[in-house]
């Protein structure tokens, strides 16, 4: 049968017409923000939670669903590790300590949290964490004791200093020599670790340790509980960091502070001096400036986080500036103002730590001003629970941003962008050792 002309043509129009039809079902993403081209955003940008992440980290099967390589019948020896600082670097090098332990063949004591002033901490290991409970859950992976044998806890432990190293420390070369002849060694690990060159039973005695072992204590699991109950729900836990020490210690140079704050910075620098000039910009511009809470306040606004929202505020004291945060978001909450007891006054860093990470932990959303210990614990925490909406803002994009002179609904367009691309391929979300990265 022949077709006319008008028919052929007809015929091409809508094969052509489906071919397209189909590639746009098929190729074109269903995440909203893909819905325009990146240089042409609508003026309605969508609160970044409600956008469909691509990338998410969760725990590696090898760790969750394998089992623990059977320990060597006999021990190389004792190791303590020495903790120090926040609580979050204590538990930190604890974990480090614990992966390094296993590899090494040996006995793990009950880690010494050191005494610090300048944290306000004087509480040991058993003050916040669940002895008991990180022994049962450590079973399997690692031997761990309260108690040393008799003939070995009249000694003092050979010290073997780790912390100021870095890069390729290999700790069976440096290490064992010293556990093997000494039998009883205590150690603050490195800086630095390579734990992709540890053997999978190592690595497996890190994860459960870190994310499975630790535990508060009943007594402060209550207390965080009852915090818990006493935030207005939903909330989203801002981790905002601008404390006097901090800005001092980034070498980094702010304009339009109060003077109080201003002379609080002085105070806290000491012989570190900021930086000035072009290494002032280009120190700036590669994110080493923490976000002030007005610049904080900003950036959550470029991302459609309502102003009602209600913040509980997962900070420690000394905040400046706060009032830059609390003029737009006025529904902010702090362990002060919901735990005024005076249990809860009476409480030491470290204690009081733990609760703004129980509650992080378990908060609707999480927003981190930085990406320290306490960030890093509390995202993959998330990610273990199935909680995605988690987010570190950008200090290197607001930095550049700004510098390029961008001011008003351009800077949050770019702002929302940059977060956007973050939130959507989980950037930031959980710590690789233990967790893997999953398409979604």
Known sequence: MIIPTVGKTLLRITVIFFSIFLALILFTPSFPFFQYPVNSLPSY?????SLRRIVEWRPCNWWIQGHPAALPAKSNGYIRVECYGGLNQMRRDLCDGVGVARLLNATLVLPKFEVAAYWNESSGFGDVFDV??????MSGFIEVVKELPAEIASKEPFHVDCSKRKGLYDYVE?????????????????????????????????CQACYNALRLTSTLEKKASELLEAIPKPFLSLHLRFEPDMVAYSQCEYSNLSPASLQAIDAARGDRKAWTGEQARIWR???????TPNETALILQALSIPTNTNIYLAAGDGLMELEGLTSVYTNVFTKSTLHSGEDFTSMHGNTKAALDYYVSISSDSYVATYFGNMDKMVAAMRALKGLPKTLFLSRRGFAVLTSQ????????????????DDFVMGVGSALPDCFCEYKL
Not at 405 to 420: I, M, N, P, Y
Request: charge should be positive; hydrophobic fraction near 40%; aromatic fraction near 14%.
């Open 45 to 49: 940008r969508p609160e970044i939670w």
């Open 132 to 137: 008991d409970y990180f022994i049962q859950k």
């Open 174 to 206: 440096s290490v064992l020599p010293s556990l093997l002849e000494h039998r009883y060694i205590s150690f603050t690990p490195a800086m630095s670790q390579r734990r992709d060159r540890y053997p999978l039973y190592a690595k497996a005695a890190f």
């Open 285 to 291: 511009n590669r994110g080493k400036c923490p976000l």
């Open 405 to 420: 002179g961008l001011k008003g609904k351009a800077l949050l367009e770019a702002l929302w962008k940059v977060h956007r």
